[in-house]
């Protein structure tokens, strides 16, 4: 396949992976908002997502749909969204594989994060 076409579907399942985070935004600020200040598992909560809201379809590698799976919430999620607003903090290690990388291995939310939560699904403030 040309490199070109293929960085087009990339960037087209990409965003169809963020519209579709951004349409169950609320479920997720609520579940996390319920879990308050405890240490969560990433790869359970990614997996959780996947499965809950049906994720899998906007997945496209079909080698290693595990690492686009956390990579894609990571990126979307958390690296353009929880982490910059100071939302949650986490615990990272050194990725195995992609040693110029870091995974995700644990996060929870911080206390700003637990009121942005509260205002969105209660305030309508996001």
Not at 18 to 34: F, H, I, N, R, Y
Not at 71 to 77: Q, Y
């Amino acid at each position: 396949m040309d490199f070109c076409i293929c960085r087009k579907m990339v960037k087209v399942f990409f965003n169809y992976f963020a519209e579709k985070l951004q349409q169950v935004q609320k479920d997720m600020w609520a579940a996390l908002l319920k879990k308050g200040e405890i240490w969560q598992d990433y790869k359970q909560f990614c997996f959780s997502l996947r499965d809950y809201f049906q994720l899998s379809p906007y997945i496209h590698d079909p080698y290693d749909p595990e690492h686009d799976l956390l990579f894609h919430i990571r990126l979307i999620l958390f690296d353009r969204n929880l982490l910059q607003l100071g939302c949650v903090e986490v615990m990272e290690e050194t990725n195995k594989k992609y040693h110029w990388d870091k995974n995700i291995v644990k996060f929870k939310p911080t206390q700003l994060g637990l009121y942005v939560f509260h205002k969105a699904l209660f305030e309508n403030y996001l």
